[in-house]
């Protein structure tokens, strides 16, 4: 089962970079979370703490698609160590904000300003295996064994800030997600070696190449999708926070959560470590129907303890779902534009998520923790919807660009120095 993943490992730098690249995301399953606590902690309001949460998530998405075009023009090592410091620097502001009661459209400000210049670590680090594999057949387990990751951080993160906010203080999971975030993302810039070559210039007379990622094909049906699955992550969390705490062990929610990343990792070992006959469109609206029909059991919940059975159960459904996003965006968009492509659904996802915490924040005050989970299975739908609409257009995906092709670099740049590589983005 593993042998996928210790190959992709065994390449040149991949296990260094993958690794620091688990460190530089830790702060995107704390910050949220942390978010939420430290807010309805402090205000007792939890349509505060989404809407807060919100305000940092959107930014995020949008600041990331910008970033990440920049990065693909300059190189990661120029803008990631900028991107980082300003991101803490933010996130640090933003706690003092809250500790001394400023004004609510002042902690709006900061803490969106802290989502702007927050780096997009896991387009960053899948940006870096397509190079290292060239676009070849190790590429999926890649991308698979960072969904899993992913996972393991959804794991750690909230068990981590759970127990700081709860045992030492409220503030301390953004700062800690802060500092976390500045080292990785300096420790990941100085690894230079297996950075994608930036891609300054494109071919005159490319047409292909003056349109962004966003414009071909398919890829905005699946940031849609990737939007109903934010908005499950978004909206389980708030819901979460809020049924623990009128169960009367708020410390919970740490555990809640980490069963339901722990649950989506086992499901993304499991499907990332085989071969589908089933095409990637089909898969995006098959995992995501699942999804929602396994979330169906989470506004029924009487206790903490059937809560986290069907939280398991749903989780499973997660990893494998956004291997098959990021896969089939992958396959939609050209090479020199995967950087930008995986970030447009990154956004997608933290579009979603922030969706997900404003509503069920909003939801949760008006009618209680229910009807957050209610948003959620509402997510899971609308992905499968938008799945089934977007079959037609998917389906390029399985004939444009089969996985074992390689990557070939672009070799245009009359100066002396390095070559434009394969994975960059037409700034235009």
Request: aromatic share 8%.
């Amino acid at each position: 089962m593993f042998a996928a993943y210790r190959e992709a490992l065994r390449l040149p730098g991949t296990l260094r970079f993958s690794a620091t690249g688990f460190v530089a995301r830790l702060p995107v399953a704390m910050v949220g979370l942390g978010i939420v606590l430290l807010v309805s902690g402090t205000t007792g309001s939890y349509a505060a703490a989404g809407v807060l949460s919100a305000a940092f998530q959107l930014p995020a998405a949008l600041g990331a698609v910008i970033s990440s075009r920049w990065i693909d023009r300059v190189g990661q090592h120029r803008l990631l160590p900028w991107l980082a410091s300003l991101n803490a620097t933010f996130l640090i502001l933003f706690v003092v904000t809250v500790e001394r009661s400023a004004p609510f459209v002042l902690q709006i400000v900061v803490v969106a300003l802290a989502g702007i210049c927050q780096p997009a670590i896991g387009s960053m680090v899948r940006a870096r295996w397509a190079s290292a594999t060239q676009g070849g057949p190790l590429l999926r387990s890649a991308f698979a064994l960072e969904s899993i990751l992913d996972e393991g951080v959804f794991t750690v993160g909230p068990l981590v800030t759970a127990f700081l906010a709860f045992q030492i203080g409220l503030p301390l999971p953004v700062i800690l997600g802060a500092g976390l975030g500045l080292a990785g993302g300096l420790a990941l810039a100085l690894q230079r070696r297996t950075e994608p070559i930036p891609r300054r210039t494109a071919p005159v007379g490319d047409a292909v190449h003056h349109r962004g990622a966003i414009r071909q094909p398919g890829v905005l049906l699946v940031v849609a999708a990737a939007i109903g699955v934010g908005t499950v992550f978004g909206s389980f969390e708030v819901a979460v926070v809020a049924f623990t705490q009128q169960a009367g062990s708020p410390g919970s929610s740490g555990i809640v959560l980490a069963i339901w990343a722990l649950g989506s990792m086992l499901g993304g070992i499991w499907f990332g470590s085989r071969s589908w006959r089933m095409t990637l469109g089909r898969q995006v609206m098959l995992l995501s129907g699942l999804l929602a029909v396994a979330l169906l059991l989470a506004p029924f919940s009487p206790s903490i303890l059937f809560l986290a059975g069907a939280t398991t159960v749903a989780g499973v459904a997660i990893a494998p779902t956004l291997i098959a996003l990021f896969s089939l965006t992958e396959r939609l968009v050209p090479a020199h534009q995967l950087t930008e492509g995986l970030t447009w659904t990154n956004s997608g996802l933290a579009i979603g998520f922030s969706a997900g915490t404003a509503g069920a924040g909003l939801l949760v005050d008006a009618f209680g923790p229910a009807w957050g989970f209610v948003l959620s299975v509402v997510g899971a739908t609308l992905a499968s919807v938008v799945a089934v609409a977007g079959q037609g257009s998917f389906r390029r995906a399985d004939t444009a660009k089969p996985p074992s092709e390689p990557v070939q670099a672009w070799i245009d740049d009359p100066l002396p120095g390095p070559q434009p590589g394969a994975i960059a983005d037409d700034p235009r």
